[in-house]
């Protein structure tokens, strides 16, 4: 198995008991403890809002080494449920022993769904470092959510509080030098051959890969956002979303670059309307200092214009989280004439070598005419409208798989969702008149407030 703090996009499915005998490698965890903007980010959380930690009782839901559990027992609390289903959990205990916690972390080995607290004893906070990849992959969610059913108090607080994945067009130049041309003169030979193969695999998984700020072609979009406390489970096995955005830095569209932040929100007000606490985030995103997870890049590869459909998916036969390109089943099938005036120039561009039944495996190799094309970057202008819906749905078998579909939409054809950031015409009138709207909501709040 490839080190890595979290199981990566690019693993062969694992059984679940794989998965925690992966987490009793301690340079994992190392890897993971030694992420200073993650565990930084908790350390924040926790001692910033002692109020909510403070003589209460709280649960470390997937403790590892023990560390979030020894930022809780240091804030106060009167007593820590260290959570570890793998073979970690008697380290904890000597962990706490070691700095005179062995009265207040109380160190379960076992996985949480298979826990019973004393007397039904519920508790004031749950704590978790529960991401994966692009949030969602591999992630423990599902267990974080169960824990909270079983074990939250009516008023507790979840941490983190809220989860958000954002997308951002990209693009992948420097990926396509480190991993795909390179392959065009290895020690003087051509070597272009194995460029073919490097390139599929690129477009057949997603990839971990740390995006720069000037790489993205766009304003982020948040595309999805979970409350910690309340999202129902049903809400996490799928979902979608349909983006568009306008292009902000003309350059090559190579792929689609996802991240996510996590805030933990402990601010509330006392008796006198005063604000307490503090809101810490958490972000993984180009913007903000690098950590383990990266990013997670979609590659287009050279095939890919804007009004050809990429469908990815990630799912088990595939491996764990292989990323099948699907063109043909797609269900956006509009042909040339939905295209855009900079799509036709594309696909004019590369028609001769689009062959639309690249699945299987004897064209594969005619794919090796896209590979001449090494010039086709898919270019984009600023202000060109681009998007894509995506869609992500676990697993029934394995929870923590799941499969992402990814399709590019025609911004002429397709219907823009109600409030959409990108430059249409359309887009732009709706935005000024949903901005009219709330200021003139605040405006009547005011004078009520005025009146009363
Ligand atoms: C990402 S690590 C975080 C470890 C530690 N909390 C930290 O911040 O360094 C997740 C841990 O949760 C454990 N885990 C995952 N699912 C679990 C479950 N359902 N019950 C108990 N432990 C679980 C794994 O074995 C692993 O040690
Ligand atoms: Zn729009």
Known sequence: MPLSSHPTPEMEADSLENYFTSYEDVEIHRLMVSDAPRTQAYADAISKNKHLFNGKVVMDVGAGTGILSLFMAAAGAKKVYAVEASGMAPLIQKVSVDNNFADIIHVIHDKVENVKLPGDEKVDVIVSEWMGFYLLHESMLNSVIYARDNFLSDSGTMFPSEARIYACPCSLQSLYEEQI???????GFNMSAVKGFALKSKTTKPE???VSESDLLAEPVCIKSFSLKW???????FFTSTTFVGITRSGPYQGLCLWFECDFDGRDYD???????SLVTLSTSPFSPPTHWKQTVIVFGYGASQSQPHNLECDEENGANGVETDTQNSKNTEGNESQTKHERVQREKKDDCENKTEQNSAQKVKTDARETLTDFNNLVEEDEVVGWKLAMSQSEENVRHYTMTVEMLDPEESEHPMSCPCPNPRCLIIAKMLEQEMEDMELIAEVDDCIN
């Not at 999202?231 to 096995?237: F, L, W």
């Not at 008796?271 to 606490?277: A, C, R, V, W």
């Open 181 to 187: 041309t390179f392959w065009d003169n290895v020690y």
């Open 271 to 277: 008796e006198d309307g005063n604000e307490f606490g």
């Open 208 to 210: 971990v890969w740390l």
């Open 231 to 237: 999202v129902p489970g049903d809400e996490i096995k």
